[in-house]
């Protein structure tokens, strides 16, 4: 087993990162994805001295939003991210899809607008030898099996990071996914969840996410086992849940303790 297994931080807002990634590491954690804004994170310096005192590095830095009309602050300031994420030695950074259209389905222009931007950051991060992937998800520019294939198609130097629960809300197998996005594979998230409305043409999906391990939809052991196979050697990061009434501890230490129980 090459891979290694991060927590995404989406849900910490203002964190005491020394003590939280402490709690992170005796919980068992291997790394941590780092999603803040970087006035709360501080200096490259800084954080690099957090990680080092913790013993967890950062697997990934996201994206602050996506300008999929190239607007000139927004791309600027993502560029920061950027740079942020190859002084802290991230492994890839991270990013989503922007709002769909409120008025009309999304189409064909929208699509190669998203794989503009992708491809801009994806050749300004080149420079650092650091990779960025785009992270499928639902009620975003890319919302279907079939556009996402579209996407896809258009890309040459970004990389993909799938949600193997965003590849189920639309139907599609994680781990046929998985299979079939293998070569351009650079991150792996584990979501879980256990209620979805929603997800057609006129209603946005709304999903109760839970910690991983507690919906009745996913296939844990199957995606676990087909990344191995597959000798996927990267971070494999689970997202804790919202649903459950957990303190942030308790959410590290659910999420570790079901993936040691697949034997991992």
């Known amino acids: 087993m090459g891979f290694k297994f991060g927590y995404s931080t989406l849900r910490w807002q203002t964190p005491d990162f020394e003590e939280l ?27 690099r001295q957090v990680c080092n005192n ?25 560029k920061r991210r950027i740079d942020f994420a190859a002084e802290v030695e991230a492994d890839c950074f991270m990013f989503m899809g922007a709002g769909k259209p409120q008025d009309r389905p999304v189409n064909n222009s929208d699509l190669a607008a998203l794989a503009d931007v992708s491809e801009a950051w994806a050749e300004y991060a080149a420079q650092y030898g650091l990779e960025v992937c785009y992270h499928i998800h639902t009620n975003t520019t890319v919302d279907s099996i079939d556009d996402w294939a579209k996407y896809m198609s258009l890309l040459r130097k970004c990389k993909l990071c799938i949600d193997v629960s ?13 299979r079939r996005y293998s070569d351009v594979l ?16 006129d209603t946005p999906y709304d999903v109760g996410w839970v910690d991983v391990g507690a919906g009745t939809v996913m296939d844990f052991p199957g995606i676990m086992s087909t990344l191995a196979e597959l000798n996927y050697d ?12 957990r303190s942030d501890l308790e959410r590290m230490t659910v999420n570790r303790e079901y993936l040691h129980q697949l034997g991992y």
């Open 234 to 245: 990267r971070w494999v990061t689970a997202c804790p849940g919202q649903v459950e009434e």
């Open 54 to 78: 913790t013993d967890l590095p950062i697997a990934a830095v996201t994206a602050r939003g996506l300008p999929i009309d190239k607007d000139t602050e927004q791309m600027e300031l993502n």
């Open 166 to 178: 965003h590849s189920a809300l639309w139907g599609y197998d994680p781990i046929e996914s998985i």
């Open 186 to 201: 650079a991150y792996v998230h584990l979501q879980d969840y256990c209620s979805v409305t929603g997800g057609d043409d």
């Open 21 to 47: 990634l402490t709690q992170l590491k005796d919980a068992g954690w291997d790394g941590w994805e780092m999603r803040q804004s970087l006035d709360w994170v501080g200096t490259p310096q800084h954080i």
